[in-house]
C-alpha cells in the first residue's frame, strides 16, 4: 500500500488575505486554496511547512490523517477568549495538548492506530468539525472529554486515574460531535457508560438574558454596539460571557469522578446489554419472518422443486437456503418429522443431483433424510 497523507486547513473568523494566499502557494504547487480552506495531499513526500506554525499564522483550523494510522485535529483560539485552566483537565500527553504561539492558544488532538487507517478518501472531513471550535469557546467540552475517551483505549494509562469533569449533554451529542465520535472511533458503549453522569445541558431563557442585558451600563452597550458595527469577530461570545457573569445560573449538581477502571467495567457492561439487545431483536425478526413462512409454506415448498428442477448453481442455492428456513419453521411448530418425510422425498426424487444433494450434505440437511 503506498503512502498516503492528507492535510486540510480553514478559517473561520476571516477569509484568507490575497498576500496570505500567495504565501500559502508557496508551502506546494498542488494545493487546492480558496479564500477560506486550502488542502494538500502528499504520496512518497511530505508536507514543506510545519503544520502547527501554518495553522497559527493563518488559519483557524487543522485536519490531518495519513494511512499508517495517525489522525489530527488543530484549533486556534484567541488566548483571552480561552479558558486555558478548564480545558487543561482533559489534556492527556501525547494525546490531547495546548501550546501557546503569539495571541493564540492551539489544541492538538492526535491518535495513532497501530492498524493503520487504509484506503482514505479524499473529501472534506474538516467542515463536519469545525462547529467544535466554537462550542470550546462556549465553555462547552463534550468533545475533549470524548477525546479524552478515545485516548484512554489507546494508551495502558494508571486504571486508579480519574477522568476530568464530566460535561453535560453527553447523552445527546450533536452532528458534528458524532462526526467526531465517528472520524476517531471513539468506544459506542464507553460512551454509553460515561453518559450515565452526565446531566442535560442548561438553557437560559430570552427573558434572563434581557434581564442581563439591562444591567450593561450605557458605555457599556455603546461599546458593544460599536464593536458589531465595525464587524469585530468573537463579539457573541464576549457579550455572552458578560452576561453570564451577571446571570446567577443554578450549579449542575456535583458528580464523583470515576476512575478508568470503572468506566471500562461499566463499558463492559454496556456491551452485554448491547449483546443481549442485539440477540432479543434478532429473534423477534426471526419470529416475525417464520410467522410470514407459515401463512405460504404450501407455496415455499413448490418453490423449493422449482428452483431444484431449474438446474443451475444459484438456484439450488436459493433451494437449500428456502429448505433451511422451513426446518426452522417446523422445529418452531413442532413438526419437525412432517418436514422429515417431505425432504426425504425430495432427496429421493433429485438423488441423481450431485451438485444439489452435496449442497444439502454441506449445511447439514443431508443427514435428516436418513429414515
Same mark, same amino acid.
Given at each position: 500500500?503506498?503512502?498516503?497523507?492528507?492535510?486540510?486547513?480553514?478559517?473561520? $473568523?476571516?477569509?484568507?488575505?490575497?498576500?496570505?494566499?500567495?504565501?500559502?502557494?508557496?508551502?506546494?504547487? =498542488?494545493?487546492?486554496?480558496?479564500?477560506?480552506?486550502?488542502?494538500?495531499?502528499?504520496?512518497?513526500?511530505?508536507?514543506?511547512?510545519?503544520?502547527?506554525?501554518?495553522?497559527?499564522?493563518?488559519?483557524?483550523?487543522? *485536519?490531518?490523517?495519513?494511512?499508517?494510522?495517525?489522525?489530527?485535529?488543530?484549533?486556534?483560539?484567541?488566548?483571552?477568549?480561552?479558558? *486555558?485552566?478548564?480545558?487543561?483537565?482533559?489534556? !492527556? /500527553?501525547?494525546?490531547?495538548?495546548? &501550546?501557546?504561539?503569539?495571541?493564540?492558544?492551539?489544541?492538538?488532538?492526535?491518535?495513532?492506530? /497501530?492498524?493503520?487507517?487504509?484506503?482514505?478518501?479524499?473529501?472534506?472531513?474538516?467542515?463536519?468539525?469545525?462547529?467544535?471550535?466554537?462550542?470550546?469557546?462556549?465553555?462547552?467540552?463534550?468533545?475533549?472529554?470524548?477525546?479524552?475517551?478515545?485516548?484512554?483505549?489507546?494508551?495502558?494509562?494508571?486504571?486508579?486515574?480519574?477522568?476530568?469533569?464530566?460535561?453535560?449533554?453527553?447523552?445527546?451529542?450533536?452532528?458534528? !460531535?458524532?462526526?467526531?465520535?465517528?472520524?476517531?472511533?471513539?468506544? $459506542?458503549?464507553?460512551?454509553?457508560?460515561?453518559?450515565?453522569?452526565?446531566?442535560?445541558?442548561?438553557?437560559?431563557?430570552?427573558?434572563?438574558?434581557?434581564?442581563?442585558?439591562?444591567?450593561?451600563?450605557?458605555?457599556?452597550?455603546?461599546?458593544? !454596539?460599536?464593536?458589531?458595527?465595525?464587524?469585530?469577530?468573537?463579539?457573541? !461570545?464576549?457579550?455572552?460571557?458578560?452576561?453570564? #457573569?451577571?446571570?446567577?445560573?443554578?450549579?449542575?449538581?456535583?458528580?464523583?469522578?470515576?476512575?478508568?477502571?470503572?468506566?471500562?467495567?461499566?463499558?463492559? =457492561?454496556?456491551? #452485554?446489554?448491547?449483546?443481549?439487545?442485539?440477540?432479543?431483536?434478532?429473534?423477534?425478526?426471526?419470529?416475525?419472518?417464520?410467522?410470514?413462512?407459515?401463512? =405460504?409454506?404450501?407455496?415455499?415448498?413448490?418453490?423449493?422443486?422449482?428452483?431444484?428442477?431449474?438446474?443451475?448453481?444459484?438456484?439450488?442455492?436459493?433451494?437449500?437456503?428456502?429448505?433451511?428456513?422451513?426446518?426452522?419453521?417446523?422445529?418452531?411448530?413442532?413438526?419437525?418429522?412432517?418436514?422429515?418425510? =417431505?425432504?426425504?422425498?425430495?432427496?429421493?426424487?433429485? &438423488?441423481?443431483?450431485?451438485?444439489?444433494?452435496?449442497?444439502?450434505?454441506?449445511?447439514?440437511?443431508?443427514?435428516?433424510?436418513?429414515?
Amino acid at each position: 500500500m503506498s503512502e498516503y497523507q492528507y492535510y486540510e486547513f480553514q478559517t473561520i $473568523d476571516r477569509p484568507l488575505t490575497p498576500n496570505e494566499q500567495a504565501a500559502i502557494r508557496q508551502l506546494s504547487s =498542488r494545493v487546492e486554496l480558496s479564500s477560506t480552506r486550502a488542502v494538500f495531499t502528499y504520496s512518497y513526500a511530505d508536507f514543506r511547512g510545519e503544520p502547527k506554525q501554518v495553522l497559527a499564522k493563518y488559519f483557524d483550523a487543522m *485536519f490531518y490523517i495519513a494511512n499508517w494510522g495517525t489522525q489530527q485535529l488543530m484549533f486556534r483560539f484567541p488566548k483571552s477568549l480561552l479558558d *486555558f485552566e478548564e480545558i487543561q483537565k482533559y489534556c !492527556l /500527553e501525547d494525546f490531547i495538548t495546548l &501550546s501557546v504561539i503569539n495571541n493564540h492558544v492551539i489544541l492538538e488532538i492526535q491518535f495513532d492506530e /497501530e492498524e493503520g487507517c487504509g484506503w482514505i478518501e479524499e473529501t472534506d472531513y474538516l467542515s463536519s468539525l469545525v462547529e467544535l471550535r466554537n462550542d470550546i469557546l462556549q465553555q462547552d467540552y463534550r468533545m475533549l472529554y470524548l477525546a479524552w475517551l478515545r485516548a484512554i483505549t489507546l494508551d495502558a494509562l494508571d486504571e486508579e486515574e480519574s477522568e476530568p469533569p464530566v460535561p453535560p449533554g453527553l447523552g445527546h451529542l450533536s452532528r458534528p !460531535l458524532n462526526a467526531f465520535v465517528e472520524l476517531f472511533g471513539v468506544d $459506542d458503549c464507553l460512551l454509553k457508560a460515561a453518559a450515565k453522569l452526565s446531566c442535560d445541558r442548561a438553557s437560559i431563557s430570552d427573558t434572563t438574558l434581557l434581564q442581563a442585558i439591562k444591567k450593561l451600563s450605557r458605555k457599556e452597550c455603546d461599546t458593544f !454596539l460599536l464593536r458589531l458595527a465595525n464587524g469585530q469577530p468573537h463579539l457573541p !461570545l464576549e457579550l455572552n460571557k458578560k452576561l453570564s #457573569e451577571i446571570i446567577t445560573a443554578p450549579q449542575p449538581e456535583y458528580q464523583p469522578q470515576r476512575t478508568i477502571k470503572q468506566l471500562f467495567e461499566a463499558a463492559e =457492561r454496556e456491551r #452485554e446489554q448491547e449483546v443481549i439487545r442485539q440477540t432479543q431483536e434478532a429473534e423477534k425478526k426471526r419470529l416475525k419472518e417464520l410467522e410470514k413462512l407459515a401463512k =405460504r409454506e404450501a407455496d415455499a415448498w413448490n418453490d423449493v422443486e422449482q428452483f431444484i428442477q431449474k438446474s443451475q448453481a444459484k438456484t439450488y442455492d436459493e433451494a437449500v437456503k428456502l429448505l433451511l428456513k422451513l426446518q426452522d419453521l417446523a422445529i418452531h411448530q413442532n413438526k419437525k418429522s412432517d418436514f422429515r418425510v =417431505r425432504l426425504n422425498h425430495i432427496h429421493d426424487q433429485y &438423488s441423481k443431483r450431485s451438485a444439489f444433494i452435496k449442497r444439502l450434505n454441506n449445511v447439514g440437511l443431508y443427514h435428516e433424510v436418513s429414515r
